[in-house]
T-cell receptor, first 116, second 110 residues
């Protein structure tokens, strides 16, 4: 079956612009996660959805970052007034239930964001 | 907070060599432990996991045992292949979700 997909695969934008990154999870997966991976580092948690609601957004770095999942499937990560430090690969993952500690997460290929 | 420390790379080995990638963790309580792998041009995928102390995870010839006494989850394989070349992440899973190590780039030469 289809895995997690993310669009676009690459996004280049200018400092100060607004960007949206999209994630399509595996069908039927209730949990969805966003991570950010900088060069040479492991992924860092941003936000976790259980269904339509954000169950944990403690990883969002500041109020320029926001994410939604209005129908409990597709999610969009939104970044306002982008800064050069936002450049990274943004990863989305989904899992079939709410076991954050034990469930296998299925990752998408990521969106590489470059802020000039 | 929770943290995961794994050996720095790159690690370069010849085909059929024995592999160990060290991983230790610091956490409140006893988390689940995972190894995720990223092959060139592909997304992260689960390699193996252990959800409690003394559990052994295994897959594709790789093994790791959850050692509570040493807070470790070292990844081993008896005979590596060129196709094992990838970046390997040790990951802790707790109440606050997954905590990733920095990753170890493994290069296997024929």
């Amino acid at each position: 079956g289809a895995g997690v997909s993310q669009t676009p695969s690459n996004k280049v934008t200018e400092k100060g612009k607004y960007v949206e990154l999209r994630c399509d999870p595996i069908s039927g997966h209730t949990a969805l996660y966003w991570y950010r991976q900088s060069l040479g580092q492991g992924p860092e948690f941003l936000i976790y959805f259980q269904g339509t609601g954000a169950a944990d957004d403690s990883g969002l770095p500041n109020d320029r970052f926001f994410a939604v999942r209005p129908e409990g499937s597709v999610s969009t990560l939104k970044i306002q007034r982008t800064e050069r430090g936002d450049s990274a690969v943004y990863l989305c993952a989904s899992s079939p239930s709410s076991g954050r500690a034990t469930d296998t997460q299925y990752f998408g290929p990521g969106t590489r964001l470059t802020v000039l | 907070g929770d943290s995961v420390t794994q050996m720095e790379g790159p690690v370069t080995l010849s085909e059929e060599a024995f592999l160990t990638i060290n991983c230790t963790y610091t956490a409140t309580g006893y988390p689940s432990l995972f190894w995720y792998v990223q092959y060139p041009g592909e997304g992260l995928q689960l390699l193996l996991k252990a959800t409690k102390a003394d559990d052994k995870g295994s897959n594709k010839g790789f093994e790791a045992t959850y050692r509570k006494e040493t807070t470790s989850f070292h990844l081993e394989k008896g005979s590596v292949q060129v196709s094992d070349s990838a970046v390997y992440f040790c990951v802790g899973g707790g109440a606050d979700g997954l905590t990733f190590g920095k990753g170890t780039h493994l290069i296997i030469q024929p």
